[in-house]
């Protein structure tokens, strides 16, 4: 236990580091595989211009960088802060298995960070949500997928191992 709490008193420390140069919110994020960290990084939605920006996605994609695939199984995540839906999702689209985090949904709520009507709009129906949302030209769009499924499995694992 003692060296999960030495990676999430990193994250915690990114979360207020990130606060004296208001880059983003106070957020931080470290992966961790085989004891060793691939990334550590704050919420950088500020200074980027980039409402993606959150420190789990920030540290999701230098730690895939690192390794030079996109694939993060066996990877361990310390936030400071349970994760929004966005960076939920990309947790999963990674297959990193396990997450340790400091704050709750609560807690950030409180502090001005709440993603309740996401997970709201979530749960809708895509005609019943707030945002518009239209299908169109799917004739045309769906020849992408065509071609995906005819080159068949050899393409995905080398897309999912990073080797394309």
């Given at each position: 236990?003692?060296?999960h709490?030495?990676?999430?008193?990193?994250?915690?420390?990114?979360s207020?580091?990130?606060?004296?140069?208001?880059?983003?919110?106070?957020f931080?994020?470290?992966?961790?595989?085989?004891?060793?960290?691939?990334?550590?990084?704050?919420n950088?939605?500020?200074?980027?211009?980039?409402?993606?920006?959150?420190?789990?996605?920030?540290?999701?994609?230098?730690?895939?960088?690192k390794?030079?695939k996109a694939?993060?199984?066996?990877?361990?995540m310390?936030?400071?802060?349970?994760?929004?839906?966005?960076?939920?999702?990309?947790?999963?689209?990674?297959?990193?298995?396990q997450?340790?985090?400091?704050n709750?949904?609560?807690?950030?709520e409180?502090?001005?960070f709440g993603?309740?009507f996401?997970?709201?709009?979530l749960?809708?129906?895509i005609?019943?949500?707030?945002i518009a949302?239209?299908?169109?030209?799917?004739?045309e769009?769906?020849k992408a997928f065509?071609?995906?499924?005819e080159?068949?499995?050899?393409?995905?694992?080398?897309?999912?191992?990073?080797?394309?």
């Amino acid at each position: 236990m003692e060296e999960h709490k030495k990676f999430m008193q990193k994250a915690i420390s990114l979360s207020e580091d990130n606060l004296k140069s208001m880059n983003g919110g106070p957020f931080g994020c470290v992966i961790v595989r085989d004891g060793k960290i691939l990334s550590a990084e704050a919420n950088s939605v500020t200074q980027d211009c980039d409402p993606t920006a959150h420190a789990e996605i920030n540290a999701i994609r230098a730690a895939s960088k690192k390794i030079g695939k996109a694939d993060l199984s066996g990877c361990i995540m310390y936030t400071s802060a349970e994760p929004c839906p966005m960076c939920l999702s990309a947790i999963y689209w990674s297959n990193i298995g396990q997450v340790y985090y400091g704050n709750t949904k609560r807690d950030a709520e409180w502090a001005g960070f709440g993603d309740q009507f996401i997970m709201e709009q979530l749960q809708k129906k895509i005609e019943d949500q707030d945002i518009a949302f239209q299908r169109i030209s799917a004739s045309e769009a769906i020849k992408a997928f065509e071609k995906w499924v005819e080159a068949g499995s050899g393409v995905k694992e080398k897309i999912k191992d990073g080797s394309m």
